[in-house]
């Protein structure tokens, strides 16, 4: 058990002899406990370095080890669900030195990726995709006969989204040979595991068992009603001390629950279920951050880690800017003291969302629906159909899953929620999977939206107050985490639907319009160009007496974190065309492309976001006015 994260580097002399799942599978069994104590140890030294995603990948070291020693990868499809407790998988599939520069510029990515390895079979980054990935790949290999075998690891929460049973429910229906591997983690669906429980978990996935099941069928053919009675005395068995009769019911065969920090068990266990016909589910009980003293006492806390930095010097002080979350969370408690109809909802953001205080004081009035984007989205619309006033809190990424539900549940029937989308723009380390690039275009398209985008904490929280009194679905969407330190006025005023502020009033005759977080940037830029700068504020109504006073600008630039397409200089130039009014117009934003990940201001000066780059587009663009 380790109580402190390394700073130096480990002794690890066996992992360093693992430069791929071949020379894991070299090895004697034996030396696998010395293997994954190596391979614990050097995580938290890797991870303390890089900073990153750190107690699912502990609890997976166990399993990570037996999937390779067993399954011939990456011929065998291992699919990791979610992606972050893919940490070891890197580690032991020649990535052990990249894993220090992780998530890092350049570096590889905290995700499984089908480009950076051919380990990563699958892509991911929301989670609930393992079931389904694998499924197909299942399927591919029956049709195209390579053998292969396929394996979907899911766990930390994500058996909670409804597509992980629709997977399940096709898997059983088509009769794939499939693995699919339950890592409940206590954060799940399980009580904690027993003897008993173990012993018939061995037992049914025992050859043994399974030739004895087999027979009986045969033996029992003929005569249909004992077939069925001992087919029910079998699930009878099962359910008295297991928890797997749903996913019997399912078509799978059930095994488990057994402890998943029993190298010798996991072994024993999946190498007997490897050549089983149809679909099979192995539950398997692990401690998220085992082995990391800290990180067990609190799951929670210690999902992510920041990189362990030396100590400050004296008299340094860390800033201490509220995050737009926070702006959010203290909005949220400050309505619900007035208002008794507020109710918020998240799909497993409480954290994220800075949620807690809220669930902590209105606990009658908090809904944690768990990973299940598009039941959070339809619970909200049929709380507005009664009178309730539903605060959704949603990352940008994640309401991707919901479209259908915004369009069809709330925007089509006009209901009145609000829409609080978190990490909007780009995230930095995490990513394009969890990058908010798309969320201002796929708003601003449907009917009945408001769409507001905060230049600052100040604005954030005037329009959660504007979006939350309009009588429709509105949206604000915000970005990770500091703002500008603004002053933060300490009321719930709103502001006038679809009217801009003028930041900047310049002579130059360009005028930027700013939405959101890169309208400071902006400022800079037109400081130096002595342009006009306008906060637009909204997406959807756009201002529209605010640009018809613009007629006769040199350049409009337009500038979001978002995509370009579609996005609101879109919405700027739909309108300058509409009404017949020809001026030169300078649409920035996020290229089309995805932005690979890095730190948020590196990832911004790539692209040309930040100060700098606002201005050089801007004076390229007159140059390019200017010829004949």
């Given amino acids: 058990m380790f109580e402190e994260i390394p700073t130096a580097r480990p002794n690890t002399p066996l992992l360093d002899q693992i430069n791929s799942p071949a020379d894991l599978r070299a090895l004697k069994k034996e030396r696998l406990p010395g293997l994954i104590r190596e391979l614990r140890e050097f995580m938290l030294y890797s991870v303390g370095q890089t900073g990153g995603h750190f107690g699912a990948g502990l609890g997976v070291v166990e399993l990570t080890v037996a999937l390779h020693y067993i399954y011939n990868t990456p011929e065998d499809r291992i699919v990791w669900d979610v992606g972050h407790q893919a940490y070891p998988h890197k580690i032991l599939t020649g990535r052990r030195e990249a894993l220090l520069h992780i998530r890092q510029e350049n570096g590889i990515s905290g995700f499984p990726k089908r480009d950076e390895s051919a380990y990563d079979t699958f892509g991911v980054g929301h989670s609930s ?139 024993t266990t999946i ?39 030396p100590d400050p010097k004296p008299n340094t002080k860390k800033s201490k800017l509220p995050k737009y979350c926070n702006v959010f969370g203290k909005w949220v408690c400050d309505v619900a003291e007035q208002d008794q109809k507020l109710v918020a909802i998240t799909p497993a953001m409480k954290e994220g969302s800075d949620l807690i205080e809220f669930a902590e004081r209105f606990p009658e009035r908090y809904f944690d629906v768990a990973i299940a984007e598009q039941h959070a989205v339809t619970l909200a619309a049929g709380m507005a159909c009664d009178g309730i006033k539903p605060v959704v809190a949603i990352y940008s990424t994640f309401l ?44 601003r398209c449907i009917p009945n939206m408001v769409v507001m985008a905060p230049s600052d904490e100040d604005e954030c929280r005037k329009m959660l107050q504007t979006g939350y009194e309009y009588e429709g679905p509105a949206a604000v969407r915000y970005p990770r985490g500091t703002g500008q330190g603004v002053h933060i006025e300490n009321t719930l005023s709103t502001l006038a639907i679809g009217k801009s502020r003028t930041l900047r009033t310049g002579q130059s005759g360009i005028v930027i319009c700013g939405f959101g977080r890169p309208t400071y940037d902006a400022l800079e830029a037109a400081e130096n160009l002595d342009a006009t700068l306008l906060d637009m504020r909204f997406v959807k109504p756009i201002d529209e007496d605010a640009l018809l006073a613009q007629r006769d600008a040199k350049l409009i630039v337009t500038v979001e974190e978002n995509a370009i397409m579609g996005g609101a200089g879109s ?58």
Avoid at 168 to 174: T, Y
Avoid at 196 to 213: E, G, M, N, P, V
Avoid at 279 to 288: A, D, E, G, S
Avoid at 584 to 594: R, V
Wanted: hydrophobic letters at 40%.
């Fill in 571 to 628: 919405a700027v130039s739909e309108y300058l065309l509409a009404n017949n009014i020809h001026i030169p117009t300078l649409h920035l934003g996020l290229p089309d492309q995805y932005e690979e990940h890095a730190s948020h201001a590196s990832m911004l000066k790539r692209i040309g976001l930040d100060a700098k780059g606002i201005q050089s587009a801007i004076e390229a663009k007159l140059i390019k006015c200017d010829q004949p």
């Fill in 400 to 443: 991707q899953r919901a479209y259908d539900q915004l369009i069809h549940d709330v925007a089509l029937q006009n209901l009145d929620v609000l829409f609080a989308i978190d990490r909007a723009g780009l995230v930095g380390e995490d990513g394009p999977t969890h990058a908010g690039a798309y969320d201002l275009s796929y708003l």
């Fill in 271 to 309: 190498t007997n279920l490897k050549d089983r016909t149809g679909p099979q589910f192995l539950h398997i009980i692990t401690k998220k951050g085992k082995g990391f003293e800290p990180a067990e006492g609190d799951p929670i806390g210690y999902h992510a880690i920041n990189k362990i930095e």
């Fill in 129 to 267: 995709t393992s079931i389904g990935s694998a499924l197909g790949m299942s399927i591919a290999s029956k049709q195209l006969g390579t053998g292969r075998k396929a394996v979907a690891v899911i766990g930390d929460g994500a058996m909670s989204a409804g597509m992980a049973f629709e997977a399940l429910n096709h898997a059983g229906h088509v009769k794939a040979d499939m693995l699919v591997i339950l890592n409940d983690n206590e954060m799940s669906i399980s009580k904690p595991v027993g003897a008993l429980s173990s012993y018939f978990a061995r037992l049914w996935a025992s050859k043994t068992y399974d030739s004895i099941r087999k027979s009986g069928q045969k033996v029992f053919s003929g005569l249909p009603s004992a077939l069925e009675l001992a087919r029910k005395a079998e699930e009878h068995m099962k359910g008295m001390v297991s928890p797997g009769m749903m996913f019997e019911e399912l078509g799978f065969n059930y095994i488990g629950p057994i402890d998943g920090h029993d190298i010798d068990h996991l072994l």
